[in-house]
């Protein structure tokens, strides 16, 4: 394999694991009553519509039918992509729960 083959493969598995990181959030997000685009575009005002958001919550689930997600758990996936402004947003909406 040469290292354009790498660059590559390794570009494809980043993005394999950032759909799966935003599938979190979005289930997330409707395990808790909650729209994720809106949160999405509190935490990035200047952005437009994001396809990845998307296509994941089209892939969603009712929440009576997902599996529990942790808030850390979901806090810890948003650290690994430097979503930080994201996991602001996630945060104040923990805290309204408390």
Request: proline share 4%.
């Amino acid at each position: 394999m040469n290292s354009k083959e790498l660059e590559e493969k390794i570009i494809q598995h980043y993005q394999g694991e950032e759909k799966m990181m935003i599938l979190v959030f979005a289930q997330w997000c409707v395990n808790h009553d909650l729209d994720p685009e809106e949160l999405y575009l509190r935490a990035y005002p200047n952005q437009s519509s994001n396809p990845a958001l998307s296509e994941a919550i089209e892939l969603t689930v009712p929440k009576e039918e997902a599996g529990e997600i942790a808030d850390q758990t979901l806090l810890g996936v948003l650290s690994l992509f430097g979503n930080d402004d994201l996991a602001f947003v996630v945060t104040e909406e923990i805290q309204k729960r408390k």
